[in-house]
């Protein structure tokens, strides 16, 4: 059907942005197409694509999450701080997930039952998140963490990292669940009309809830995989992931007026974002170039996106 | 009067996405004429006077201004020509107050060349021109604040004080009460009589006749033709609109009614209605007369859990209920299809199947699971039953016309399975034809023993529809009457607060 085939000329052109992407890199560096880097760079785009799913989500519903760095960097610290007092490793990973969890339920609150502007609800949050984290850590750096709890930043099952195959699998998960799920299509007919939305008996209140939820749980699995990897937990951690996890939904085709765009977008955006840093590196490009670069790839990306779409219609 | 057009539009062709908009029209207007454009939605009425206040450019075609031809690049370049108008989108700034709006752009200097706003002036001029329209509003009040009606005429005043020599009024009357109708003809006849060329869209059969001289008819972008209105019948107007004859506009069979569905005593919404006793049986439809602000869609807001109720009981089925949500009043077996289907009824930007069962989708799918096919084959089964014109199911809404639209926001409530459906002005901009496919859907649901309540500003819709009619007059039923029993004359001036209406016992 013809409009079937309109619908995926946006995607289809994100995966050629991505292979062009590719194709650049490997004319300019003979150390781009190996084995070893294309893991690298999934697996180090692995933390932003989890943090963007529950952004994703919340964006849907024309909402925003300033708090998934702050919260990214708590529940890091909270659980370094769990573990390190010799608690055992699932019992400090749920507390971790529950701060996390937690947060996003009382951004939901604030957004959803007080009417909070979700900017400034989840900006308060950021602060709120990262003050605690600065308690908790007291300006220290923590390491050193119990190898099977490192496992799930470091290990591999076969040739595939861990945190790879972690991160396909919520990938797949929250893709089933909006668009596949009756409250799925609810938070997408949120973002497109709230009002219409209301009046067509979807729970409003409910919603907004559980997407900002999801996004404090998402953040916060972010962080526990951060720790794992680095070894180490500091306050500093969740810093790029907010701009970036913006960015990548972003470019991935999501509308930030709602109602519009899907999580395999948002995993091509966090790959390109990755992608780009990567190339740098290889080339050896200072890392004071590297935000300019990144600035300007963002902007062409979002623009040419919706170039497509205008053309799609 | 001057027979040599002032403006005038030769062979427009206007392209859009998918459609012609405009396929080769033909348009010119007369200093001290009013020209009244018709046209069923989609037909480029909006389109055409789009291009003649140089909002949009046409593809082909072209414009002559007293004769020259002229180039119009932008809304600027047609002021600078004295030609100004009022589109159907809303165009001022919410949080700018009265004044400020009125003189967007060309604010009176305090001094001369430099940029200090004369606010003093501002207002009074602006107090000026809101009082020629008799009205009252404080200059100082962001427009935002005003309901519809009001912004509607600070919109009109605006384009009025710039004194144009072409002025274009794209359905001006939309949202008007009847009283700021007559003085919006009062002014309108005044610039006729200054030698001002009109140029008038509407498809309110009533009021063109009562203002316009000539008629040209569009339909499906085409030109139809351009009429004397005294030479022709309103049944030879709407054939032109058309292209064929409606023969029933309101088609009721009547029967009698059955169980009660719905009863309000004493019921009290917030802001709204009073004390309102009202009675809905199955297989009734029943008609709320009144002005805007009477209280009508408050009370319906109240039945459908919107607003809080303060006092009063609602009944459904005999069972007292105390609404709270849509949700709840969903589940209960209620659908409202709302006034403002743009803001209430649609996700413009989705397609048509997921609007269909954006209220629905949990009574297919029980299990939480949704399958896309089905939601398109049940999308499918509505487009053909209600005569919905769209390309395919996946089409997103925003591109249907209003009559279309209005009909995917019916499917939306009829896939409910909703028994207690409530029409909040039902067919409020949509045209002639989509009008009367409304009216028999309507018309089948109540032979199909549903309750409908149906609010309506049209008169001739509420006593051609209704078995029985409320009347509402500033936040109090006034009145009721049975079918029959009601005519024009009589419901207006319950509505007004000037006639004395006998109010029948409801039950």
């Known amino acids: 059907m013809n409009r079937n085939v309109r619908a995926l000329i946006a995607p289809i052109f994100r995966l050629t942005f991505v292979a062009a992407l590719c194709i650049a890199l490997t004319i300019m560096n003979e150390n781009f197409l190996t084995w070893t880097n294309i893991i690298n760079v999934l697996r180090q785009a692995t933390l932003l694509v989890i943090v963007g799913l529950g952004l994703t989500a919340v964006i849907l519903t024309a909402g925003i999450d300033l708090s998934v760095g702050g919260v990214l960097a708590l529940v890091g610290c909270t659980t370094a701080q769990l573990l390190k007092s010799g608690l055992p490793i699932p019992v400090a990973v749920l507390i971790g997930l529950a701060v996390g969890t937690a947060v996003g339920f009382l951004n939901g609150v604030m957004v959803g039952v007080i009417k909070l502007p979700p900017f400034v609800a989840t900006y308060g949050a950021k602060w709120i998140a990262e003050g605690l984290a600065l308690l908790l850590m007291q300006g220290q750096i923590i390491f050193g963490f119990p190898s099977s709890y490192r496992w799930v930043g470091v290990g591999y099952v076969g040739p595939i990292p861990v945190p790879i195959i972690l991160t396909a699998i919520l990938v797949l998960a929250f893709d089933f669940f909006l668009t596949k799920t009756v409250v799925g299509r609810d938070i997408y007919a949120l973002g497109s009309n709230r009002d219409a939305a209301y009046y067509s008996g979807v729970s409003v209140c409910k919603i907004t809830i559980l ?3 999801l996004s404090g749980l998402t953040a916060g699995i972010a962080g526990l995989l951060m720790t794992a990897r680095l070894d180490a937990a500091e306050l500093g951690m969740g810093e790029p992931f907010l701009m970036q996890g913006i960015a990548s939904v972003v470019m991935g085709g999501t509308s930030l007026l709602g109602g519009e765009g899907r999580v395999t977008g948002t995993v091509i955006g966090a790959i390109i974002l ?13 890392a004071l170039w590297h935000q300019i670069v990144l600035g300007a790839v963002i902007l062409t990306a979002v623009f040419i996106d919706l170039q497509m779409k205008k053309w799609a219609n | 009067m001057s027979s040599q057009p002032i403006l005038e539009a030769r062979g427009i062709v206007k392209q859009f996405p998918g459609v012609r908009a405009l396929d080769g029209v033909n348009f010119d207007v007369r200093p001290g004429e009013v020209h009244v454009l018709i046209g069923e939605n989609g037909a480029g009425k909006s389109t055409l006077s789009k291009i003649l206040m140089g909002v949009i450019a046409a593809d082909e075609g072209e414009i002559l201004f007293e004769g020259r031809p002229i180039r119009l690049r932008s809304p600027l370049d047609a002021r600078q020509h004295g030609i100004g108008g009022v589109y159907q989108e809303f165009m001022l700034v919410p949080w700018l107050n009265v004044a400020q709006n009125i003189f ?13 706003v004369d606010h003093r002036r501002m207002h009074e001029e602006s107090r000026e021109i809101l009082s020629a329209f008799g009205l009252e509003v404080d200059t100082r009040l962001p427009v935002k604040h005003l309901d519809t009606a009001l912004q509607q005429m600070v919109e009109i005043s605006k384009v009025l004080s710039t004194s144009p020599r072409v ?6 009357t939309a949202m008007l009460t009847d009283r700021e109708v007559s003085r919006l003809f009062e002014r309108i006849e005044e ?4 030698g001002v060329a009109i140029v008038y869209i509407s498809h309110r059969l009533q009021e063109i006749r009562k203002i316009g001289d000539r008629v040209t008819v569009l339909r499906d972008g085409r030109y139809v033709g351009t009429v004397n209105i005294r030479d022709v019948s309103d049944d030879q107007l709407v054939e032109m609109m058309v292209g064929r004859s409606i023969s029933q506009m309101y088609p009721r069979s009547r029967r009698a009614p059955g169980a009660e569905a719905l009863r309000l005593q004493g019921f009290s919404v917030k802001g709204g209605p009073q004390e309102a006793d009202f009675v809905v049986r199955y297989g009734e439809i029943v008609g709320l007369a009144g002005l805007v602000g009477a209280g009508r869609t408050e009370l319906v807001r109240g039945i459908f859990g919107i607003d809080p109720i303060q006092k009063g009981e609602l009944l459904i089925d005999g069972r007292k209920v105390t609404p709270r949500s849509p949700n709840q009043m969903i589940q209960l077996g209620v659908g409202l299809l709302s006034e403002d289907r743009k803001r209430f009824g649609l996700a413009l930007k989705s397609p048509v199947h997921w609007n269909t069962v954006m209220a629905s989708l949990r009574r297919h799918f029980p299990r939480g699971v949704v399958r896309e096919r089905k939601v398109q084959s049940i999308a499918r089964e509505y487009v053909e039953k209600l005569r919905i014109v769209t390309p395919s199911v996946l089409r997103q809404v925003r591109y249907l016309s209003g009559g279309n639209q209005q009909k995917v926001v019916m499917a939306k409530w009829l896939d409910t399975k909703a028994k207690i459906l409530i029409f909040d002005e039902p067919t409020r901009g949509i045209d002639v034809g989509a009008k009367a496919e409304v009216h028999a859907l309507m018309d089948q649901l109540a032979q199909e023993g549903n309750a409908i309540i149906m609010i309506s500003s049209d008169l001739p819709e509420v006593l051609g529809m209704s078995d029985r009619i409320y009347v509402l007059f500033q936040k109090r039923i006034v009145g009721e009457f049975k079918h029959g029993e009601a005519n024009q004359e009589k419901i207006a001036s319950l509505m007004l607060g000037i006639g004395t209406g006998v109010k029948t016992n409801a039950s």
């Not at chain 2, 610039?191 to 200054?194: P, S």
């Open chain 1, 211 to 213: 997407v900002y939820t």
């Open chain 1, 274 to 286: 990755t992608l780009v840093v990567n190339g740098l590196n290889l080339m050896g490009v200072p």
């Open chain 2, 104 to 116: 967007l752009n060309r604010e009176p200097r305090r001094w001369k060349g430099l940029p200090f």
């Open chain 2, 167 to 172: 002025l274009v009024l794209d359905e001006p």
């Open chain 2, 191 to 194: 610039l006729r009589r200054q």
